[in-house]
């Protein structure tokens, strides 16, 4: 059995440790003595939802566990992932960084998160980047070729 180890009230084991991996929503709810629709409540924004108390033990466990949402599990559930690919013929180029700067500005700005895939100009490198960007189902893709 995993030590137990009880910190601002709540008994935490090993098993819910950052240092062992990715902190889930189960071990939050878990820790939190919550259900796990709960924890997606306040996750997803709909705070106004539950009571005050419940709120603030979801922050202090969320906080002390260090839980971070799969944004590619969000993506998947939701059908958006919130990416934009971006593919550059020479990475660099002077050109293609003033690009890239203001293409991952211009995402960030509007809640994406820009992957960008150097080619060297080399036409294999380009096909094996596509086939990547497809696979993390990027929802718009810019092509620099200079």
Same mark, same amino acid.
């Given at each position: ?27 939050? *709810?878990?820790?939190? +003595? ?9 996750? +997803? ?7 005050? *108390? ?31 690919g971006m593919l550059v013929a020479d990475i660099l180029n002077p050109y293609?960084?003033a690009v890239m700067h203001g293409v991952e500005t211009a995402c960030r ?22 086939t990547a960007l497809q696979s993390y189902n990027v929802e718009g893709l ?5």
């Open positions: 059995m995993s030590p137990t180890t009880i910190t601002r009230g709540f008994a935490v084991t090993d098993s819910t440790s950052p240092a062992r991996g990715r902190v889930t929503i189960s071990e939050v *709810a878990r820790v939190a +003595g919550v259900s796990k629709a709960t924890v997606s409540r306040y996750i +997803g924004g709909d705070r106004q939802l539950l009571a005050d *108390a419940t709120a603030k033990r979801l922050e202090e466990v969320i906080e002390r566990l260090g839980y971070r949402p799969n944004q590619m599990a969000r993506g998947l559930k939701r059908g958006q992932t919130r990416l934009i293609s960084v700005q509007h809640g994406y998160s820009l992957v960008v895939c150097n080619t060297n100009r080399d036409d294999e490198q380009e096909r094996h980047h596509l810019i092509v620099n070729t200079l």
